[in-house]
């Protein structure tokens, strides 16, 4: 055994072996994989082995598309074999409105990504597969470049190529323990001996949370089983001269395929799931499958036998039943952990055959800092120590139950919840907000009136639609107060804290008692981090940015503290605020304060510490909504009073609760960009048209990368759409963006601009596209709308509102 090596991956499954194959493609072959047992032996060697194109998170379509062409025509080339990978096409069908909205949805995302999506007739089928009943299909995609394959033999060549390559495998060996040495490396202990590395990557399938352990780290997942069933040969089939597609749908919850000359079939429970060791791995388990059980699959399978009878009339071969991870939010878990150094996840994939290929993307990752895809929804760290066991365990029953069920935008369902909640939680039920979630935070998204008290699963403009005019109606014409707790939020201080910054931050730092948006980049130009700074003294600074980011961000910062006399302090379950805004805000804030508050006294983008009541609190004179606003931050602790107070005196002027919706709305309306949306890790602020906030002149990490993708051009860049139809839905992110019948890009997000009446996004184009008033079509759930290209924000483009 090797004493040291750059890289030492844990666990030999498919997402290990991937890894380990890929950063040897990288050109590093220091890199070693070590197996307790044989290389497959936990999940990967009894799954079903498939491999599709129909999903809905353009990351994971993204991994799964490469993953197809990795089995189909990467492997077989390198190793001069014939492909092993069945590429029977994949057939879903679907039985609602909402489902054909999706698809739609689907199919247009899925031009940006290149593979073949199709919606088909009935007809056209039947004759993809001649058994399956498609009489109560609404509708019907049909993926040709689908299929599956056995995983081991894929598994085995990848690795037998790695160690070609100069990687090293140790089979039968055991990690007993990882410790953290001085210098930042790992010590590996196994059975075997130990092995210093620079990084170690927990692979580890069931057994991940046990390694997680090791270096005091939660891997979030929750092992369930599953089953399938292997049929004898029925004579139709016999007859074939093809192979039939996958096919799965909402109503069975189950994939069917060909398996030789029978059936394999393999529900997913909509109901009585099964976890399975909660009290922990056995580190003997290996190789295992669990004891058949039928009766929990007989209300499936018998909706299985009316759409597909000839499996009604075969004999069963065998069942498998075996353990498979799930996550929170069923997106495996790959990258960093936070709090440590160059220690990675991969692991927690439910379907890990299909998302093999992510070993492309984290070899990039590790390698170079970022990938060439946005691997944000991924990211181990969107998980703090909130996701406890108790949420995991029913977050991952939700995971595994509505694996096939129909997807919308607004789908908000009440699994673990609530499970963070800001101190107005319980006072805005009683105003009627229904909140939506975002790791694990409870934010409002509109308030119920006594004439919409719900909304339904669409693709389309729900019932919540002529609520959110009302309350974007009530910000422009008098105020509105929005719940603003759900945001990441960082004291940074110390003797250093302003070079710190400004070594992170690619805009000028603002002046004492201003705020400044900025973006941190890294080394190879993504960004990384979307921040608004406010300076409360010399060395003294606020941070705000996005929930869903929280632990990557301090990650960032702690990571890149070396040499710098700073503290970081996460003050994102400690501090609260509310941002009030809109003509009357200010009106309704002075009796709230002695303070000077007039336009000459407290100008836009002005920070201070001022007393509210009896509140001392930041109050920041900016509004994401685009009027007159004002952010009020203060300790957890004395929001509910101050909300309360405002309440009292505005309502009598106009004031209203508004949520997310109409933020967004608004924040559309006025051309701002988002993170997770326009800023994404694989492309930098330049392209994103934020030149403005980027200041080349000065230091800071990513500013050589950026000064060469100015140098060389762009491949991409950000455009602002104004739709010229009354087509009443809304743009979601990736869907493909037409211009005379040219695809020329896709949308990154969008909302109906209640302020202007027009539906708006934003969309990244090929830059010699961009001109105003450019017509273009867009491909949505609904069909192909027509939109133009403005350069001004469709909303106060002069700011006069802001600072008035």
Same mark, same amino acid.
């Given at each position: 055994?090797?004493?040291?090596?750059?890289?030492?991956i844990?666990?030999?499954?498919?997402?290990?072996?991937?890894?380990?194959?890929?950063?040897?493609?990288?050109?590093?072959?220091?890199?070693?994989?070590?197996?307790?047992?044989?290389l497959?032996?936990?999940?990967?060697?009894?799954?079903?082995?498939?491999c599709?194109?129909?999903?809905?998170?353009?990351?994971?379509?993204?991994?799964?598309?490469?993953?197809?062409?990795?089995?189909?025509?990467?492997?077989?080339?390198?190793t001069?074999?014939?492909?092993?990978?069945?590429?029977?096409?994949?057939?879903?069908?679907?039985?609602?409105e909402?489902?054909?909205?999706?698809?739609?949805?689907?199919?247009?995302?899925?031009?940006?990504?290149?593979?073949?999506?199709?919606?088909?007739?009935?007809?056209?089928?039947?004759?993809?597969?001649?058994?399956?009943n498609?009489d109560?299909?609404?509708?019907?995609?049909?993926?040709?470049?689908?299929?599956h394959?056995?995983?081991?033999?894929?598994?085995?060549?990848?690795?037998?190529?790695?160690?070609?390559?100069?990687?090293?495998?140790?089979?039968?060996?055991?990690v007993?323990?990882?410790?953290?040495?001085?210098?930042?490396?790992?010590?590996?202990?196994?059975?075997?001996?130990?092995?210093?590395?620079?990084?170690?990557?927990?692979?580890?399938?069931?057994?991940?949370?046990?390694v997680?352990?090791m270096?005091?780290?939660?891997?979030?997942?929750?092992n369930?089983?599953?089953q399938?069933?292997?049929?004898?040969s029925?004579?139709?089939?016999?007859?074939?001269?093809?192979?039939?597609?996958?096919?799965?749908?909402?109503?069975?919850?189950?994939?069917?395929?060909?398996?030789?000359?029978?059936?394999?079939?393999?529900?997913?429970?909509?109901?009585?799931?099964?976890?399975?060791?909660?009290?922990?791995?056995?580190?003997d388990?290996?190789?295992?499958?669990?004891?058949p059980?039928?009766?929990?699959?007989?209300?499936?399978?018998?909706?299985c036998?009316?759409?597909?009878?000839r499996?009604?009339e075969?004999?069963?071969?065998?069942?498998?039943?075996g353990?498979?991870?799930?996550?929170?939010?069923?997106?495996?878990?790959?990258?960093?952990?936070?709090?440590?150094?160059?220690?990675?996840?991969l692991?927690g994939?439910?379907?890990?055959?299909?998302?093999?290929?992510?070993?492309?993307?984290?070899?990039?990752?590790?390698?170079?800092?970022?990938?060439?895809?946005?691997?944000?929804?991924?990211?181990?760290?969107?998980?703090?120590?909130w996701?406890e066991?108790?949420?995991?365990?029913?977050?991952?029953?939700?995971s595994?139950?509505?694996?096939?069920?129909?997807?919308?935008?607004?789908?908000n369902?009440?699994?673990?919840?609530?499970?963070?909640c800001?101190?107005?939680?319980?006072?805005?039920?009683?105003h009627?907000?229904?909140?939506?979630?975002?790791?694990?935070?409870?934010?409002?998204?509109?308030?119920?009136t006594?004439?919409?008290?719900? &909304?339904? +699963?669409?693709?389309?403009?729900? $019932?919540?639609?002529?609520?959110? /005019?009302?309350?974007?109606? *009530? !910000? %422009?014409?008098?105020?509105?107060?929005?719940?603003?707790s759900?945001?990441?939020k960082?004291?940074?201080t110390?003797?250093d804290?302003?070079?710190?910054i400004?070594?992170?931050?690619?805009?000028?730092?603002?002046?004492?008692?201003?705020?400044?948006?900025?973006?941190?980049?890294?080394?190879?130009?993504?960004?990384?981090?979307?921040?608004?700074?406010?300076?409360?003294?010399?060395?003294?600074?606020?941070l705000?940015?996005?929930?869903?980011?929280?632990?990557?961000?301090?990650?960032?910062?702690?990571?890149n503290?070396?040499?710098?006399?700073?503290?970081?302090?996460?003050?994102?379950?400690?501090?609260?605020?509310?941002?009030?805004?809109?003509?009357?805000?200010r &009106?309704? +804030?002075?009796?709230?304060?002695? $303070?000077?508050?007039?336009n000459? /006294?407290?100008?836009?983008? *002005? !920070? %201070?510490?001022?007393q509210?009541?009896?509140?001392?609190?930041?109050?920041?004179?900016?509004?994401?909504?685009?009027?007159?606003?004002?952010?009020?931050?203060?300790?957890?602790w004395?929001l509910?009073?101050?909300?309360?107070?405002?309440?009292?005196?505005?309502?009598?002027?106009?004031?209203r609760?508004?949520?997310?919706?109409?933020?967004?709305?608004?924040?559309?309306?006025?051309?701002?960009?988002?993170?997770?949306?326009?800023?994404?890790?694989?492309?930098?602020?330049?392209?994103?048209?934020?030149?403005?906030?980027?200041?080349?002149?000065?230091?800071?990490?990513?500013?050589?990368?950026?000064?060469?993708?100015?140098q060389?051009?762009?491949?991409?860049?950000?455009?602002? +759409?104004?739709?010229?139809?009354?087509?009443?839905?809304?743009?979601?992110?990736?869907?493909?963006?037409y211009?005379?019948?040219?695809?020329?890009?896709?949308?990154?997000?969008?909302?109906?601009?209640?302020?202007?009446?027009?539906?708006?996004?934003?969309?990244?184009?090929?830059?010699?596209?961009?001109?105003?008033?450019?017509?273009?079509?867009?491909?949505?759930?609904?069909?192909?709308?027509?939109?133009?290209?403005?350069?001004?924000p469709?909303?106060?483009?002069?700011?006069?509102?802001?600072?008035?």
């Amino acid at each position: 055994m090797k004493s040291h090596a750059r890289v030492v991956i844990v666990g030999g499954g498919s997402l290990g072996v991937n890894l380990l194959y890929h950063l040897t493609r990288e050109g590093w072959d220091d890199v070693v994989l070590v197996e307790k047992g044989e290389l497959t032996s936990g999940s990967t060697w009894h799954a079903a082995g498939l491999c599709s194109n129909f999903i809905g998170n353009h990351t994971v379509a993204h991994i799964h598309n490469y993953t197809i062409r990795l089995y189909n025509e990467i492997l077989p080339e390198e190793t001069g074999e014939q492909s092993i990978f069945h590429q029977t096409g994949s057939v879903r069908q679907g039985f609602t409105e909402v489902e054909e909205q999706w698809f739609r949805n689907l199919e247009s995302r899925s031009r940006s990504i290149g593979f073949e999506f199709n919606i088909v007739s009935k007809e056209e089928a039947r004759k993809l597969n001649p058994f399956m009943n498609f009489d109560k299909a609404r509708v019907i995609a049909s993926t040709p470049n689908d299929g599956h394959v056995d995983p081991t033999s894929v598994v085995m060549p990848l690795a037998k190529l790695a160690r070609q390559a100069g990687a090293e495998i140790y089979r039968h060996t055991r990690v007993t323990a990882i410790n953290e040495q001085r210098n930042g490396e790992w010590e590996v202990v196994t059975d075997k001996g130990t092995i210093t590395a620079e990084h170690v990557v927990n692979a580890a399938g069931c057994f991940a949370p046990e390694v997680g352990a090791m270096v005091g780290a939660r891997v979030p997942l929750i092992n369930l089983e599953h089953q399938y069933i292997v049929t004898e040969s029925h004579p139709d089939i016999e007859a074939l001269d093809f192979e039939l597609p996958v096919c799965r749908d909402s109503y069975s919850s189950a994939y069917i395929r060909q398996e030789g000359k029978g059936f394999l079939v393999g529900p997913y429970e909509m109901w009585g799931s099964r976890p399975w060791a909660l009290d922990g791995m056995d580190w003997d388990f290996d190789r295992e499958l669990f004891e058949p059980n039928l009766e929990v699959l007989m209300p499936f399978l018998e909706r299985c036998f009316e759409l597909t009878p000839r499996f009604e009339e075969v004999g069963v071969k065998s069942v498998v039943n075996g353990p498979i991870t799930h996550t929170p939010d069923d997106n495996i878990l790959a990258g960093p952990i936070a709090g440590l150094n160059n220690f990675w996840n991969l692991c927690g994939a439910s379907i890990g055959i299909a998302q093999g290929g992510i070993g492309k993307f984290m070899a990039q990752w590790m390698k170079y800092g970022q990938t060439e895809i946005n691997m944000a929804p991924l990211d181990t760290r969107r998980f703090g120590d909130w996701a406890e066991r108790k949420y995991c365990i029913i977050k991952a029953i939700e995971s595994y139950e509505a694996m096939y069920a129909a997807a919308a935008p607004n789908d908000n369902r009440p699994h673990g919840r609530p499970r963070r909640c800001s101190p107005l939680y319980a006072r805005l039920l009683e105003h009627g907000a229904v909140h939506g979630v975002v790791q694990g935070y409870e934010k409002p998204l509109w308030f119920q009136t006594d004439a919409v008290r719900r &909304e339904s +699963l669409s693709w389309a403009h729900s $019932e919540a639609h002529a609520v959110v /005019a009302e309350e974007c109606a *009530a !910000v %422009r014409d008098a105020a509105g107060v929005i719940d603003i707790s759900g945001s990441a939020k960082f004291e940074v201080t110390g003797p250093d804290a302003a070079a710190f910054i400004d070594r992170l931050s690619c805009n000028r730092l603002p002046a004492v008692g201003h705020i400044g948006l900025s973006l941190f980049h890294a080394t190879g130009g993504g960004i990384m981090c979307e921040m608004s700074i406010s300076r409360l003294a010399e060395n003294h600074f606020y941070l705000i940015s996005a929930i869903g980011s929280e632990h990557k961000d301090l990650h960032w910062m702690q990571r890149n503290r070396g040499g710098f006399d700073v503290k970081i302090e996460n003050l994102t379950d400690d501090y609260s605020g509310i941002l009030l805004t809109g003509p009357k805000a200010r &009106e309704i +804030l002075q009796q709230m304060t002695e $303070e000077d508050l007039s336009n000459t /006294a407290f100008r836009w983008l *002005a !920070v %201070r510490e001022i007393q509210i009541d009896s509140a001392t609190v930041r109050l920041i004179r900016v509004s994401y909504a685009g009027e007159l606003g004002y952010e009020l931050h203060m300790p957890s602790w004395q929001l509910l009073s101050i909300y309360d107070s405002m309440w009292r005196r505005g309502e009598p002027l106009g004031l209203r609760d508004f949520g997310g919706y109409a933020f967004n709305s608004m924040r559309m309306e006025k051309m701002y960009r988002a993170y997770g949306h326009e800023f994404t890790e694989e492309i930098s602020g330049l392209e994103a048209g934020m030149d403005r906030f980027i200041d080349l002149e000065r230091d800071f990490i990513g500013r050589d990368n950026l000064r060469e993708r100015r140098q060389a051009g762009f491949a991409i860049e950000l455009a602002y +759409l104004v739709f010229d139809d009354d087509l009443p839905c809304e743009c979601f992110g990736n869907e493909a963006v037409y211009h005379n019948g040219e695809r020329i890009g896709l949308t990154t997000g969008g909302a109906f601009g209640h302020r202007v009446g027009k539906s708006l996004a934003f969309a990244y184009l090929k830059p010699d596209t961009i001109r105003d008033g450019l017509e273009l079509t867009v491909d949505t759930s609904l069909g192909s709308r027509s939109a133009h290209i403005e350069m001004a924000p469709a909303y106060d483009p002069d700011n006069a509102l802001l600072r008035g």
